[in-house]
């Protein structure tokens, strides 16, 4: 079934021609690093208990991280080798815990089947069996579904399910890259969950405009609608992409599962068929690594758990500062070291290069390559040419000059000028009249901002005082289910 349907948003930005951001169409499956460090928890899942100790001897795809009772999927050894030691890392403020492996170089590539896996012939319980024991329900921003404890949605609410192949991020993972040759392996996977969720009709698929020959509609499976739409960031976020597919808004700060809706990407539905058709527990990732800093930018399938030290290496321009994000170049998340696991959700890592000089009048500078949307920089007139981001915020902040490209670029409709405004003279709680809950923190504002002012910064600190007075809350997913005692 085909249908085409066009929805503008208000806002948002075509990051286009980026130096960095060209990957071309080949995904390279790497060599098998030397060790891996498996992360306990990984995606919407609780950290799992142990399940292996030091010096024990585990095989590719050997659970060694699950906990029934919490709301959790299993983790999995990703090589075949010997449990070395146990190793703390920070991710955003948290500790969390992982499982170095090192190689032994046997039967490199084959991996422990799921049992009772080996065809798409199965029931919807058998298929969120299988789904949670190869960790697949770990993935979206609510997890999937099942009748283990996988999603903060129960089964019994699932309305919709969104397919989202969208990339509009800097240098995100271009989702439909992952459809070439795969196409059959797609709709299995896609007809997997449809029956695991017990949806028949209300399925959707988004994609960028222009990819009408990327699946055959003929062999799509009936009441799956195909959207297209312009691949503009944040559309790919996936509070926007659910209200594309399915014309229900996502409550302010909340995620699409309080809609009904289980958000999944391309890879993940493949993911679903692996699990099911191959018995395949999710041990290897696609990624898309790029930026400015990196000598090529490359879709790389790596093992879970490779530490980005052995990804990158020979991949990184010299004599540069790199910041690495997990994620893509707006909402990404620094690393705290380049040793860093690449986990099992992950879709990209982007690398900028840090740029800590200050510009003098850096305002008057032409600038034909640096990104801006504001008239300050040419490259603004000339879009084809390949620009440049980096993490120098080209200049000193200045008074806001009330030019509004905060405000037209949100995707929100938001005033994030007033936010800032009311954040930093001590009137936060002001700003809940004006809509900041709303706020989905793509972070478009401040990088509009040609006076650079902080204004993401600002509104997540106004968040966080207003939680804090008690007058609204936006605990959501795990964090939810903690507070209800559930964790
Ligand atoms: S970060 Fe929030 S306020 Fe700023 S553009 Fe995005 S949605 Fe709008
Ligand atoms: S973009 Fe910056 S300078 Fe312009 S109105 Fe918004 S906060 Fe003020």
């Given at each position: 079934m085909f249908f085409l349907r066009r929805r503008l948003f208000k806002g948002g930005y075509d990051f286009r021609s980026l130096e960095g951001g060209d990957y071309g169409d080949l995904i390279e499956r790497t060599e098998l690093p030397d060790k891996v460090i498996i992360p306990l928890k990984q995606g919407f899942s609780a950290e799992t208990d142990c399940l292996v100790v030091k010096g024990e001897r585990v095989r590719a795809g050997q659970i060694i991280g699950r906990d029934d009772h919490t709301w959790s999927s299993p983790v999995h050894a990703s090589i075949n080798g010997v449990v070395e030691h146990f190793e703390t890392f920070i991710e955003g403020n948290e500790a969390h815990y992982g499982v170095v492996i090192r190689r032994d170089h046997s039967d490199e590539r084959?991996?422990?089947?799921?049992?009772?896996?080996?065809?798409?012939d199965k029931s919807p319980d058998e298929i969120g069996d299988l789904l949670y024991l190869a960790g697949v329900t770990a993935l979206g921003p609510s997890?999937?579904?099942?009748?283990?404890?996988?999603?903060?949605?129960?089964l019994k609410d699932v309305k919709f399910l969104v397919v989202n192949g969208l990339s509009g991020e800097p240098f995100s993972?271009?989702?439909?890259?992952?459809?070439?040759?795969?196409?059959?392996?797609?709709?299995?996977?896609?007809?997997?969950?449809?029956?695991?969720?017990?949806?028949?009709?209300?399925?959707?698929i988004v994609l960028k405009k222009g990819l009408n020959k990327c699946l055959n509609t003929e062999s799509l499976p009936g009441g799956v609608k195909l959207h297209f739409t312009q691949n503009r960031y944040p559309f790919d976020m996936a509070e926007i992409v659910t209200e594309i597919a399915t014309g229900l808004p996502v409550p302010d700060g909340g995620t699409p599962s309080e809609t009904g809706s289980v958000v999944v990407t391309i890879q993940d539905v493949i993911h679903a068929y692996e699990a099911v058709v191959l018995g395949k527990p999710l041990i290897e990732r696609v990624l898309a690594v790029g930026g400015p800093a990196v000598v090529k930018p490359r879709l790389m399938k790596v093992p879970v758990g490779?530490?980005?030290?052995?990804?990158?290496?020979?991949?990184?321009?010299?004599?540069?500062?790199?910041?690495?994000?997990v994620g893509g170049g707006m909402r990404g998340e620094p690393v705290e070291s380049i040793g860093h696991p690449v986990e099992r959700n992950f879709l990209a890592i982007s690398i900028l290069e840090e740029n800590r000089d200050r510009e003098f009048l850096s305002f008057l500078t032409p600038g034909f390559s640096l990104l801006s949307t504001s008239r300050v920089y040419l490259s603004n007139f000339f879009i084809r040419l390949t620009r440049h981001a980096e993490t120098n915020l080209q200049g000193e902040r200045r008074p806001c000059i009330y030019c509004s490209y905060c405000e037209d670029l949100c995707p929100r409709g938001l005033v994030p000028h007033l936010y800032s405004r009311q954040v930093r003279y001590g009137f936060a709680e002001e700003a809940l009249k004006?809509?900041?809950?709303?706020?989905?923190?793509?972070?478009?504002?401040?990088?509009?901002?040609?006076?650079?002012?902080?204004?993401?910064?600002?509104?997540?600190?106004?968040?966080?005082?207003?939680?804090?007075?008690?007058?609204?809350?936006?605990?959501?997913?795990?964090?939810?289910?903690?507070?209800?005692?559930?964790?």
């Open positions: 084959g991996y422990v089947p799921l049992p009772g896996a080996g065809s798409a997890g999937i579904p099942s009748s283990h404890h996988t999603s903060d949605l129960d993972l271009p989702q439909e890259k992952l459809l070439y040759g795969r196409e059959k392996e797609f709709m299995t996977g896609l007809q997997l969950i449809m029956r695991l969720l017990r949806l028949e009709d209300n399925v959707h490779t530490p980005m030290d052995w990804l990158l290496a020979g991949n990184l321009k010299d004599s540069i500062e790199a910041r690495i994000l004006f809509g900041i809950e709303a706020c989905i923190e793509c972070g478009l504002c401040s990088f509009a901002c040609p006076s650079k002012l902080p204004l993401l910064e600002d509104i997540k600190e106004g968040k966080s005082l207003i939680e804090e007075s008690g007058q609204w809350s936006h605990h959501i997913g795990l964090k939810k289910l903690e507070e209800e005692g559930k964790l």
